[in-house]
């Protein structure tokens, strides 16, 4: 059982930045994938972010990439994701994700993920 929670979110300008933080407790942190998701309102869940277990390899939504960085700490058993050029499109629930897989193209699948933590409301304003 792991257990997420996510921090960070709030109220930010067009092109400001925020970073999102989720602690994990319970089973080896390292033992999972993390991914974030997100879901605005009358949208479906879909995907960011991911890094793998041992934060080699990063995934990420096409219309984040350059913008938003995954991170983890194994030692904190803590994930980020740094945001910057925040758009109003991003307006979101954040959620964190952890999966037992531990790399691959499976990491960018809602499914994959076993895991979740109830979510941080980032909103944008334009």
């Known amino acids: 059982q792991v257990q997420l929670v996510e921090s960070g979110g709030g109220l930010v300008q067009g092109g400001g930045s925020r970073r999102l933080s989720c602690a994990a407790s319970?089973?080896?942190?390292?033992?999972?994938?993390m991914g974030w998701f997100r879901q605005a309102p009358g949208k479906e869940r879909e995907f960011v972010a991911a890094?793998?277990?041992?934060?080699?390899?990063?995934y990420y939504e096409d219309s984040v990439k350059g913008r938003f960085t995954i991170s983890r700490d194994n030692a904190k058993n803590t994930v980020y994701l740094q945001m910057n050029s925040l758009k109003a499109e991003d307006t979101a629930v954040y959620y964190c994700?952890?999966?037992?897989?531990?790399?691959?193209?499976?990491?960018?699948?809602?499914?994959?993920?076993?895991?979740w933590g109830q979510g941080t409301q980032v909103t944008v304003s334009s």
């Open positions: 890094i793998s277990w041992s934060g080699d390899s990063t």
């Open positions: 994700a952890a999966t037992s897989y531990l790399d691959g193209s499976v990491l960018l699948r809602r499914t994959s993920y076993r895991y």
């Open positions: 319970g089973r080896t942190f390292s033992s999972y994938a």
